[in-house]
């Protein structure tokens, strides 16, 4: 079947006749947008047919199922890695390059669904790629926001957000499902029934409600003929607004109803690491999770009949405390549409749900007043209540008379609900998301979780999908490993150890480096074009892209930047290597302090970029409207990773591994993942700055930090720090950057990610950087040895890991012989 479609005849025939059929044009008078919704649909005829034996062979052999609950699905663009998964890729830019057309450009036409903000997100879509490639039966749960992630435009070196129309052209490979719609309650009272047999039962009266409509996305497996799913749910208003409703009074509930489907869904809320703690996102949050679960337990019904026997056929994966309403519904469906008793609903559902932890920042902790949560979902509330007085005798059984740990772990407390500890009290297992991260969390943040149920914590290190963020982002770098080592690194990224023997081999390094500067020629132009700015494509490309946040210390970058800059001022001579600091990154629309960060790298950019007396030594590129797209780009183009966040904060970090993968060498706080990839690399071929985190978390303890000090006692980060308000990068506003230099030196909590207590060990690190690539050897086996060390972040190996520890998942065989 896939041959015959693939066939480049074959292929080219069907394209044409879909441009005929969809818009009544030949490939002359066709536009790039209509050529690609052209070729979407002939690729989506392929793979409906391997999509539908899928879904077939899950009804037959009826896999346990994981429903990973997120939020966030950050996407990317699917054309280019749907090819690629279905081997095709190469066919299809042949037959595209017969017709005049060059594939990179149809690629071009897609729009970035942009359904998350950063590292959360982008991890879910990882991990739909590992599931659907390693062959296991799995379901992505989310939500069609119509606006995803802003479109960032730099304006005058502001961020401006303009809102992404994701959806304006139609998106090709989205299949819309009303049959297989939910009804989903919100509001109203609970009252108390007694059935005809004399059990109590609650029902939920006077609410408005919504339709839940299922938007299927088909999630390729890799040369596998498995396409897994990923369910994104838009709201519809359940009845169309009609005078019939109007005649029977409930015009009102009418009205309601549609004005509730209409905002529900618009738009993604863009904080990173923050929570803004708007009604709209627990309606938002609920909404998806009351649906997905619905839809769980009407499948598992369809083939069994005894619901105790959930646990065995399906696990809810709760991506942070976003979805954990969860645990509730999960309960309140069991118990009141399958009246089952309290002790049966709680061993499923505490059998059936898993939560994944993903930050230790106080800010990111979901916490929703009570008042609102009654309001909005009374009889889940009643649940929670139910939930927490029973985990609270728990607590007082194990620990009497001591009411700070009530205090300390009670679900509700001080009219909150935590969300946190509803996950924690329920899941069967807890993970964070990479080794430090999970230590932090046992024997800090969860503590006295971990004290009460040391079993259910577990750490599974993220990991990266080698698919798109090598084999599709780096093509030359991809046909390059293929070549040393064969192609088996697609779905075995360790095979890439092999790739140590070439390390020290001059040819291999040379022709590495070629590759590097090929794939910086490629970025180049993209600036060119994007930027206006020329960079030297001989010069260090030094990259720090991800979502803006003081924890991951952008502003230290550029203070160092400004620093260097002072540096070749005052001594023109000194041996500094040229170099193009590059930054991507947006900033939530409501963050001012990440915004003036941006403002702020902006103007040093004009300011050093246009000093025509420093011989273009140093530059700085700012690259708006970072996004999956670019950055598969970007990753491939860049020497330097810059993963610099203040150690303990950055649970992870994936932007890390994508890097490492590309062949660039880090330069890094022992943060997060990196002390994982420091480990599998090894010391020579890492740069390692600043304090540790056990040193951080001290300081925190102590509060006996103070930043002033390296403001006084060492006058070149003072002459820095001067610069932010003598106007020498904000000539027409000295004022302008007062806030970060306040932020540094005088706020209540200065310096709060140790900035300046770190500066001299990055410069020093940054100073090795300079001097290390000058010897273009030793760079290059470093930069191999990256790649070779890379295998662990796959997150195939993670998936493994939930699989194994957590899932439990069968693996699935699709046999393509009938399609
Ligand atoms: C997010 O992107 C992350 C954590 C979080 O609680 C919320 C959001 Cl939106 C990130 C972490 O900051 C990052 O370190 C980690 O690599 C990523 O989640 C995936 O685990």
Redesign the pocket.
Known sequence: MRDNVFNKKVFIKSVKENLMTQYRKDLSTASNQEIFQAVCISVKDVIMDEWLATQQTFAREQPKTVYYLSM?FLMGRALGNILLNLSAYDEVAEALQELGLDINAIEDEEPDPAL????????AACFLDSLATLGYAACGCGIRYRYGMFKQQIIDGFQIEVPDNWLEHGYPFELRRPEYRYEVKFGGHVEQEVDENGKLSFVQKDYRSVWAIPHDMPIVGYKNNLIDTLIIWDAEAKEVFSLDSFDKGDYQKAVEEEMLARNLVDVLYP???HVAGKELRLKQQYFFVSASIQRAIERFKQKNDNLMDMPKKIVFQMN?THPTVAVAELMRILLDDEHLEWDEAWEITTHCVAY????I?AE?LEKWPIEIFERLLPRVYQIIDEINRRFVLEVQARYPGNDEKIRKMAILYDGQVRMAHLAIVAGYSING??KL?TEILKKQELRDFYEMFPDKFNNKT?GITQRRFLGHGNRLLAKWVTDKVGDKWYTDLSVLKELTDYADNPKAQEEFMEIKHKNKVRLAKYIKEHNGIDVDTNSIFDVQVK?LHEYKRQLLNILHVMYLYNVIKENPDVDIYPRTFIFGAKAAAGYETAKKTIKLINNVAEVINNDSSINGKIKVVFIEDYKVSNAEMIFAAADVSEQISTASK?????GNMKFMLNGAITLGTLD??NVEMYDEVGADNIFIFGMSADEVIEHEKRHDYNPIDYYNNDPQIKKVLNQLIDGTYSANDRELFRTLYNALLHDKEADKYFILADFRSYAKAQQKVNRYYQDKNSWAKSAILNVANAGKFSSDRTIQEYVDDIWHLDKVKIDNTGA
Request: cysteine-free.
């Open positions: 966030e998350g903000n950063g590292g959360l997100g982008r991890l904080n990173d690491n942070d994944t932890n993903h930050t920042m990111a998301v990479a991260h993220n979502r950055e649970a992870s970090g994936t997060g993942a």
